[in-house]
T-cell receptor, first 113, second 113 residues
Framework: EAGVTQFPSHSVIEKGQTVTLRCDPI?????LYWYRRVMGKEIKFLLH????????ESGMPNNRFLAERTGGTYSTLKVQPAELEDSGVYFC???????????FGSGTRLTVV | AQSVTQPDIHITVSEGASLELRCNYS??????LFWYVQSPGQGLQLLLK??????LVQGIKGFEAEFKRSQSSFNLRKPSVHWSDAAEYFC???????????FGAGTRLAVHP
């Protein structure tokens, strides 16, 4: 079984540019989560999809962040325009049913310069 | 508000020595508790979890954790550390609702030969 795949693994962009992160969950997993870890701090929840619907987006920092999950399969997280404080590691996770049985991806390290 | 504290940012132990990583949580109800590990270049891997029942939980890779309600703690232990255990360890609490996780800031473990 393929795991949760995230790409790119690393991205370096300039302040003001746009970046799109992608997450491919495990096939059949309805739940998809995005988390972020800013340098040295705790991993923080961003949002949760159930299939294609946003179930909880309380952790999204501001309207420069846009997450989509068209068709309930893969998800994208777009940052536009990127700011320096957006640098960090963005994790995606998926799970099946109403459980905490997450499988995490290896993350995308975003650096905004 | 729910929170997780990992007091030790960095710990160094010798190979073969015992290990205890501390975790304290703040949560109003009976918590769901987790320990994750992230090795370099890898995603977050679940080591163990506590939902209810026996307060001493066994996990993968020889790890165990003990839930102590009176101390609001869920410390991770291993009797004999291997060099391959060098990684970053995260404690988390499930916040109910949509299975959102609240993480601590992580403890980075270094293992001396």
């Amino acid at each position: 079984e393929a795991g949760v795949t995230q790409f790119p693994s690393h991205s370096v962009i300039e302040k003001g540019q746009t970046v799109t992160l992608r997450c491919d969950p495990i096939s059949g997993h309805d739940n998809l989560y995005w988390y972020r870890r800013v340098m040295g701090k705790e991993i923080k929840f961003l949002l949760h999809f159930v299939k294609e619907s946003k179930q909880d987006e309380s952790g999204m920092p501001n309207n420069r962040f846009l997450a989509e999950r068209t068709g309930g399969t893969y998800s994208t997280l777009k940052v536009q325009p990127a700011e320096l404080e957006d640098s960090g590691v963005y994790f995606c996770a998926s799970s099946q049913g109403s459980s905490y049985g997450y499988t995490f991806g290896s993350g995308t390290r975003l650096t905004v310069v | 508000a729910q929170s997780v504290t990992q007091p030790d940012i960095h710990i160094t132990v010798s190979e073969g020595a015992s290990l205890e990583l501390r975790c304290n949580y703040s949560y109003g109800a009976t918590p769901y508790l987790f320990w994750y590990v992230q090795s370099p270049g890898q995603g977050l891997q679940l080591l163990l979890k506590y939902f209810s029942g026996d307060t001493l939980v066994q996990g993968i890779k020889g790890f165990e954790a003990e839930f102590k309600r009176s101390q609001s703690s869920f410390n991770l232990r291993k009797p004999s550390v291997h060099w391959s255990d060098a990684a970053e360890y995260f404690c988390a609490v499930g916040s109910g609702g949509y299975n959102k996780l609240i993480f601590g800031a992580g403890t980075r473990l270094a293992v001396h030969p």
